[in-house]
């Protein structure tokens, strides 16, 4: 799972961030694991719009799915690419989302 953990490293590593969500290649957030559930943005990850559907196609590529079959949602495991963690990795096409674009969710589920 290369392409995850390469773009999101530093908060995959983070044992208090449970969920990063990518809603377009400008808005990305994360969770924390804090009794409030506190929800922030974080920087940019991607340049434009372009680039994070080529990142999305990738994913998607590596995980034995077809970008080009455009199924509604694709969802997939990750269970050895973070220490301690499984990652479920859920996809949404733009047919789905009101903005249009991808939506990638990544949630840290901890190795029991």
């Not at 559907?53 to 970008?67: A, T, V, Y």
């Amino acid at each position: 799972m290369g392409l995850i953990t390469d773009y999101f490293e530093k908060e995959l590593n983070c044992p208090d961030i449970t969920n990063i969500r990518v809603l377009s290649f400008d808005d990305v957030r994360i969770k924390l694991s804090t009794p409030k559930q506190m929800r922030h943005s974080i920087r940019k990850f991607f340049s434009d719009a372009e680039d994070y559907e080529r990142f999305i196609g990738d994913i998607l590529s590596q995980n034995g799915k077809n970008p080009a079959n455009k199924m509604l949602v694709y969802n997939f495991f990750d269970t050895s690419s973070v220490p301690g963690y499984n990652l479920k990795i859920s996809i949404a096409s733009p047919t789905v989302n009101v903005n249009r674009a991808y939506l990638l969710h990544i949630r840290k589920i901890p190795k029991v």
